[in-house]
């Protein structure tokens, strides 16, 4: 089982421009979730999809953040446009019932200048 | 809505020394509890899990976490701090059915000293 894999591990932009984090969950695993980890605020969830619906965006910051679920094998979260304070580690993480946790990427170090 | 506490940001311990690490949660039911690793520039990781049944649950690397209704809390123990436990844990809380998300606390950080 190769995990939950995120891209890019790594990410540098310029504030205003355009980024897309990817995601691939588990195979099999039907609920996904997107966190934002730093060191102010901690690890906080944005959204979270089950069967590729999404159930819950209220921890999406701003209209600038939105994420897709177009198929069981793949997510994206996209900022647009970006800003210096978006800079964090955005996890991706997946589950499958009746199991209770959720399994984590490595996650996508963001940095925007 | 769920929230979770972890008291104390950072914790040092001696090698060999108890590790306490306490979390309180916050639930209008009757919740499940996790406990997770995260160690450098890597995700997290599963230590152990309380959905029901025994409140004493034991995780990987010697780790044990005892869920009381009472006090709201999920502390997490080890009797004997390795060098190797050095990392920064998570206390989080989940509605109690699968396929809800996850809320976590802010995390604690476990310095071991030799």
């Known amino acids: 089982?190769?995990?939950?894999?995120?891209?890019?591990?790594?990410?540098?932009?310029?504030m205003g421009q355009e980024v897309t984090l990817r995601c691939k969950p588990i195979s099999g695993h039907n609920s996904l979730f997107w966190y934002r980890q730093t060191m102010m605020r901690g690890l906080e969830l944005l959204i979270y999809f089950n069967n590729n619906v999404p159930i819950d965006d209220s921890g999406m910051p701003e209209d600038r953040f939105s994420a897709k679920m177009?198929?069981?094998?793949?997510?994206?979260?996209?900022?647009?446009?970006?800003?210096?304070?978006?800079?964090?580690?955005?996890?991706?993480?997946?589950?499958?019932?009746?199991?209770?946790e959720a399994f984590f990427g490595q996650?996508?170090?963001?940095?925007?200048? | 809505a769920q929230s979770v506490t972890q008291?104390?940001?950072?914790?040092?311990?001696?090698?060999?020394?108890?590790?306490?690490?306490?979390?309180?949660y916050s639930s209008s039911v009757p919740p499940?509890?996790?406990?997770?690793?995260?160690?450098?520039?890597?995700?997290?990781?599963?230590?152990?899990?309380?959905?029901?049944?025994?409140?004493?649950?034991?995780?990987?690397?010697?780790f044990e976490a005892e869920f009381k209704k009472s006090e709201t809390s999920f502390h997490l123990t080890k009797p004997s701090a390795h060098m190797s436990d050095a990392a920064e844990y998570f206390c989080a809380v989940s509605d109690n059915q699968a396929g809800t998300a996850l809320i976590f606390g802010k995390g604690t950080t476990l310095s071991v000293s030799s």
């Open chain 1, 1 to 14: 089982d190769a995990g939950v894999i995120q891209s890019p591990r790594h990410e540098v932009t310029e």
């Open chain 1, 70 to 100: 177009p198929n069981a094998s793949f997510s994206t979260l996209k900022i647009q446009p970006s800003e210096p304070r978006d800079s964090a580690v955005y996890f991706c993480a997946s589950g499958r019932p009746p199991t209770t």
């Open chain 1, 107 to 113: 996650g996508t170090r963001l940095t925007v200048v």
């Open chain 2, 7 to 24: 008291l104390g940001s950072h914790v040092s311990v001696s090698e060999g020394a108890l590790v306490l690490l306490r979390c309180n």
């Open chain 2, 32 to 62: 499940y509890l996790f406990w997770y690793v995260q160690y450098p520039n890597q995700g997290l990781q599963l230590l152990l899990k309380y959905t029901t049944g025994a409140t004493l649950v034991k995780g990987i690397n010697g």
